[in-house]
């Protein structure tokens, strides 16, 4: 079963029991912006009791560094509930300012929708 609810910064949709989040904006650069993409995503494990999350970047094409510190802060939430983060369709620019942080030895970075299903699924 498919359940969908939208914003206006991202919409998540339920895929079994993975939350796969797909970002509405190509940039995400102001305070305002990150500030409000982590409420949203925050809420999902603390008010919806998300566990397992599928992040897809696939129409994101600037991110703000203190993004990435919400990111780490996401997965270290979902940690700590027993759940799970997979980031998915991460452009070659995007994928480079994540390595430039570390972030590919610390979250699950899988090519598409489909295989960050299957990783984000899998026994840990």
Sequence with gaps: MVAQDGSRWVT?????EVTVVRFTRARIL???VVEAVRAQLFDLVDRAGRRLVVLNFGHVTSLASRMLGQLVGLHK???QVEGRLVLCQVSPFLHEFFETARLP???CIRG????A???VSASP
């Design 77 to 79: 939430k979902l940690q």
């Design 105 to 107: 030895g610390l979250l």
């Design 112 to 115: 598409g929708e489909a295989e």
């Design 12 to 16: 998540a949709e339920q895929v079994g």
């Design 30 to 32: 102001d305070d305002e």
């Design 117 to 119: 299903l299957e990783a």
